[in-house]
């Protein structure tokens, strides 16, 4: 038998809460914008929007600077054009909660100064989210100007290709941003692909990025995550500088004219499992310390690791350096061990042998050698390589340490590769 009296009491506190959905769901209208519609323009409707309400436009072209104001969500059909003329900032987001989905946004203004952008997020703007657009022809692309929890998702954006670097602004733009998201964008022709200063806890994942200056650029920029990126046919692939506290794993960084990853003034950050290949210097470690930086490939490089200015008490094991043309080339007054805990790294020019056969070598690997600092020298010692009087050299500075220069020493060096990815690396040109 029901029980008319609980109804009763269960009604009286279920009807505030149905009458509050039931106005919000009156509130969130749907405004649509283009031929045919109550809006041609898109700031039109921007203005007579309320909070919540959603923006469909239609497929076209706009010529306007936009101002989003109000938490709304504007959806392009079939990617409608917005042109910004070359003016400012093509797109202004300044209210929370904004999403911008699946527009072309293109020609923002060409003042640097003025940080030009194709969308440009200010703080006031958190938590709002661009995703699937196509971002071109601008001085900066997406600029994301202290606004926390931003995400910036499956954008393309291509920057000025056909001016020199310095007059072009970066692909993405990230500073004073607080867990943001930036994933799985494209980047192509900008100056820098993706720029971090003075961030926090933020992640950029999966995104590609290639022909400009520094794939990824950090300056000031600590306890972030920066995983599975691919960058190649740039400067540098990962530029990570004065910044503490890092996790940078899974990123390939390949065909780069300079570096594959460039450490400058880095403290307590932990490098893993990515993959340097076919760039000029591999790992470059400029005034680093405390750094883990383990499983890692570096192949094919002409320089596999740079390292000099005091990059001290960092612990690096189980990487694989392979057919690099000089493994290693350090500067500095005093050996540096490369073995961690008993676990050494691999080198592919290890002359040694494990009589024990425990994977390890059973003397140390050192670089630096008299032979590596007459080839820095005179590279065209490298076709005499085998030959006797080499030969001779090379087995003359192990005899008489009296010639040793300092360097990296590894005495557990690994007799074999800690994965084989590496082979599907050697010579690679493709992308």
């Known amino acids: 038998m029901l029980n008319l009296k609980k109804i009763r009491g269960a009604w009286i506190y279920l009807c505030p809460l149905i009458f509050c959905i039931s106005l919000l769901e009156a509130k969130a209208a749907t405004l649509k914008v283009g031929k045919g519609h109550s809006y041609e323009t898109i700031q039109e409707a921007i203005e007579a929007a309320s909070d919540s309400d959603s923006i469909e436009v239609s497929a076209g072209t706009y010529p306007e600077n936009l101002i989003i104001n109000k938490q709304v969500t504007l959806r392009g059909i079939d990617m409608p054009v917005i042109d910004g003329g070359g003016r400012g900032h093509t797109i202004i987001i300044q209210s929370p909660h904004v999403i911008l989905d699946s527009f072309r946004v293109i020609r923002s203004g060409g003042d640097l100064a003025e940080d030009d952008s194709c969308i440009f997020i200010e703080g006031k703007a958190e938590k709002s989210e661009i995703r699937n657009n196509l971002v071109e022809d601008c001085a900066f692309g997406i600029w994301a100007n202290g606004a926390k929890s931003v995400k910036i998702i499956n954008n393309h954006v291509k920057g000025r290709s056909g001016l020199i670097s310095q007059k072009r602004g970066n692909g993405i733009h990230l500073w004073n941003v607080k867990h943001g998201v930036v994933e799985a964008n494209h980047v192509e022709g900008a100056r820098d692909g993706i720029l971090v200063s003075i961030t926090r806890k933020t992640l950029i994942k999966n995104n590609k990025i290639h022909d400009l200056r520094y794939g990824i650029h950090y300056m000031y920029a600590d306890f972030n995550r920066v995983e599975g990126n691919v960058t190649y046919n740039n400067k540098a692939g990962l530029a990570i500088m004065f910044s503490k506290g890092l996790e940078i794993e899974s990123n390939y960084s390949y065909d780069n004219t300079e570096f594959g990853l460039l450490f400058r003034d880095i403290f307590k950050t932990k490098v893993h499992k990515n993959v340097l ?155």
């Not at 670089?367 to 005499?384: C, D, F, G, H, S």
């Open 277 to 431: 290949a076919n760039n000029e210097k591999g790992l470059f470690i400029y005034n680093s310390l405390f750094n883990e930086i383990w499983e890692n490939i570096v192949v094919g490089n002409d320089i596999g690791s740079h390292v000099w200015a005091g990059s001290e008490d960092n612990k690096v094991y189980d990487n694989s350096f392979i057919r690099n043309k000089t493994q290693v080339k350090y500067v500095g007054m005093k050996d540096e061990k490369w073995t961690y805990e008993g676990k050494g790294n691999y080198w592919s020019d290890y002359m040694g042998w494990d009589i024990d056969g425990n994977g390890k070598g059973d003397k140390p690997y050192e670089a630096n050698t008299v032979m590596e600092r007459l080839i820095w020298a005179y590279p065209m010692i490298k076709l005499l390589f085998n030959s006797p009087a080499v030969q001779t050299l090379r087995m003359a500075e192990s005899q008489f340490p009296i010639l040793r220069q300092k360097g990296i020493v590894d005495d557990a060096p690994l007799m074999r590769p800690v994965n084989n990815e590496w082979r599907k690396w050697v010579g690679r040109v493709n992308h």
